[in-house]
């Protein structure tokens, strides 16, 4: 989740420093906790702190799940402060990788969009759509629909004619204000009139477009549940015997997880997730909080600051993807198949 919160109501300054400390705590998450935390460094204005965070993880010896994220973030970043040839060779340099992650991408057409570049940043949505989805996708992933919306935006600007993926794009869009009428270029001229009407009417639409585009990038922590794979298990289970009650099997417990995340859904609980845990971490964090491991009431704890910490996996997995509990088999095929 990227912080959109306006730096009147937050010291982005303090969030940053605090994010950064926990990073210094947690170098295994220093990934998710630094772009968070160079992205309050930008919301502070504080542009150049921002760059010296993407850089920090850029040259870090270990590696980066999503490289090409941060490479992305740091030249959207460069580009409003004066550094637009840097930002443009990484910009460049992102889409010659060609990365099978939408957020890249999303990030790289949009800053090319908040610089007029219309035409490049529709090359590079549909270069990443190109990517990302197959033929004849009728439900394309989550994580594409920026793309697809960002892509029919940019299209709309440059008066082109709806095409399939155009269509896709208003067929996904699910709020009252069509995506036609939001990305209308004309609205701009009705942001400057007289008539009272209008500018309530452009208000009620720019706050459709505001809750769309939150809804899709900057969801809330999810309610995560405790995932222990079998040798984990295996290992917490023989070190601390009191947590066999809580965990009697393996089946039992990917069952259970399982159960309550439906039961959870059902009752209306959004965003759930799933962090999976490991022995020396849970540990670790049981030294922090000066508990014994063997307490069961820190397991919720344990999820809780994993979760925060940008461990959690969104539950359900999306259609055609592996299952949670890590096995080979599609989430349909197998803990799934009764979804």
Not at 198 to 209: C, K, M, P, Y
Not at 290 to 319: F, K
Request: glycine share 6%.
């Amino acid at each position: 989740m990227r912080p959109d919160t306006p730096a009147e109501n937050v010291d982005h300054n303090a969030e940053a420093a605090r994010l950064e400390r926990t990073a210094d705590l947690y170098p295994e998450d220093a990934e998710h906790l630094l772009t968070q935390a160079a992205a309050h460094r930008e919301l502070a204005g504080d542009r150049t702190g921002a760059t010296a965070l993407y850089d920090r993880l850029l040259s870090s010896s270990a590696p980066l799940d999503h490289p090409h994220l941060v490479r992305a973030l740091k030249a959207a970043n460069l580009w409003e402060y004066g550094h637009e040839a840097e930002a443009r060779a990484i910009i460049d340099g992102v889409r010659a990788a060609a990365p099978r992650d939408a957020a890249p991408w999303a990030i790289v057409a949009e800053a090319l969009e908040s610089h007029d570049e219309l035409g490049a940043a529709e090359a590079a949505f549909t270069q990443g759509l190109d990517l990302l989805l197959e033929d004849g996708t009728q439900e394309p992933p989550q994580s594409t629909r920026p793309l697809l919306h960002g892509r029919h935006r940019v299209r709309r600007m440059l008066g082109a004619a709806h095409d399939d993926r155009d269509r896709l794009a208003d067929t996904l869009h699910s709020s009252q204000i069509s995506l036609d009428e939001l990305h209308d270029p004309k609205r701009v001229w009705s942001l400057g009139s007289d008539n009272p009407a209008e500018l309530a009417a452009e208000i009620n639409r720019l706050r459709a477009e505001l809750g769309a585009y939150r809804e899709a990038l900057s969801r809330p922590f999810p309610v995560a549940v405790l995932h222990w794979p079998a040798a984990e298990m295996t290992e917490l289970v023989s070190a601390y015997p009191a947590l066999a009650t809580e965990y009697p099997s393996p089946a039992e417990h990917l069952a259970t997880i399982e159960a309550s995340l439906r039961e959870l859904a059902a009752s209306g609980t959004p965003n759930l997730g799933i962090v999976t845990g490991t022995v020396p971490s849970y540990e670790a964090f049981a030294a922090s909080e000066s508990a014994s491991p063997q307490d069961v009431s820190l397991l919720p704890q344990y999820a809780t600051t994993l979760a925060a910490r940008g461990r959690a996996v969104a539950w359900p997995p999306e259609r055609g993807t592996g299952c949670w509990c890590g096995s080979e088999r599609v989430y349909e095929g197998c803990h799934g198949s009764a979804v």
